[in-house]
């Protein structure tokens, strides 16, 4: 697995955790309030774990622009490295 902010553009991948820095993730009931509000803030944008998703941005130190479904999402780069994902061999 690998953080998606490393994913060069053009390749695709599924999402398989989303972390949070205090050791939070994705579908974790450790009855942290943050979590649940980290948690809910990512799948809003359509990004959950089982996603698939394509990198349509990744250059420079910015936002990255990456397809999920029908949708482009434009994201923060440190949000992008608190989600995994694994690369798809196409």
Same mark, same amino acid.
Request: glycine fraction near 8%; charge should be positive.
């Given at each position: 697995m690998m953080p998606l902010g490393l994913l060069g553009s053009g %390749?695709?991948?599924e999402i398989m955790e989303i972390r949070e820095n205090n050791g939070?993730?994705?579908g @974790?009931?450790? @009855?942290? @309030?943050?979590? =649940?509000e980290h948690s809910n803030?990512? %799948?809003d944008m359509g990004l959950r774990v089982g996603k698939q998703v %394509? /990198?349509? =941005? =990744?250059e420079g130190r910015g936002p990255l622009l990456v397809r999920v479904d029908e949708s482009?999402?434009?994201m923060a780069r440190g949000m992008? /490295?608190?989600?995994?994902?694994?690369?798809?061999e196409e």
């Open positions: %390749e695709s991948a939070c993730h994705q @974790g009931h450790h @009855g942290h @309030g943050r979590c =649940n803030r990512i %799948e %394509e /990198m349509l =941005n =990744n482009r999402i434009a992008a /490295m608190k989600i995994l994902v694994r690369r798809r």
